[in-house]
């Protein structure tokens, strides 16, 4: 039952849809659907002016990110967040170093060996080991979009929210991360935002499809390629 409203502008109107658990689940539909809106809703950047968010059961309207974060739910952005002047290597640890933040139970040694060890793993998930000590403003933007994912994985999450993932990209860019993410983990549940339908036919399992903030159909592939609307 969320809704959201700028003023006299309802960019979602009694939005409501449930995801499970390993589900990958694609939003579409066209500019101004409400896309963005309800992935900013979901993951605490907007509260909703109605309505309820629920993770693993437990309500999180109104949390701040890094409490929904903590809770297991992490994302990626339309345009990279990242340190641009800082290396790749760094940018993976500032994310991983942050789960550890106020735990005592690892010695400074022990929770430095912890780190590095996570950032290899992600490093070797999105095949960005060999650009490792690489500047990020250096990197190709298809790279760039690459470690934003990574940042995304480096939270452990159990629910991964990608916000148009390819935007941007070129042909062989848009391959390579399409295959990066059909190779996550089948137990990470996926919500996705993309225009890209190559994409979303080939990632998703299920679609919801939003029109003008209101939900107008929800589906199998199969189901919403066959849907007149």
């Avoid at 701040?64 to 002047?85: A, H, V």
């Avoid at 060996?113 to 999105?126: G, H, K, S, Y």
């Avoid at 148009?164 to 990470?188: C, H, I, K, Y």
């Avoid at 919801?208 to 066959?226: D, F, K, M, N, P």
């Amino acid at each position: 039952g969320v809704s959201k409203a700028f003023g006299h502008f309802h960019a979602l109107k009694n939005v409501s849809l449930s995801v499970a658990q390993s589900e990958r689940r694609a939003i579409i539909g066209p500019n101004g659907a409400g896309k963005s809106t309800l992935f900013n809703i979901i993951a605490g950047q907007l509260a909703p002016t109605a309505g309820r968010i629920f993770l693993n059961g437990a309500e999180t309207t109104g949390a701040r990110p890094d409490e929904i974060w903590i809770s297991g739910l992490t994302r990626t952005f339309q345009r990279n967040q990242l340190f641009q002047g800082l290396r790749v290597w760094e940018n993976i640890e500032l994310a991983c170093a942050a789960r550890y933040r106020g735990r005592d139970k690892l010695s400074r040694a022990n929770r430095r060996l912890t780190i590095e060890a996570e950032v290899v793993e992600t490093l070797q998930q999105v095949h960005l080991v060999a650009h490792a000590g690489r500047v990020v403003r250096d990197l190709a933007y298809g790279e760039q979009r690459q470690l934003e994912l990574a940042l995304a994985l480096a939270g452990h999450p159990k629910i991964l929210l990608l916000d148009e993932p390819t935007a941007g990209m070129s042909p062989a860019e848009t391959e390579s991360m399409l295959s990066l993410m059909r190779g996550l983990p089948r137990d990470l549940t996926l919500l996705i935002v993309e225009h890209d339908m190559d994409v979303v036919f080939n990632l998703a399992d299920s679609l919801t499809v939003l029109h003008l903030g209101e939900v107008l159909a929800e589906g199998s592939v199969r189901e919403i390629q066959a849907n007149d609307k």
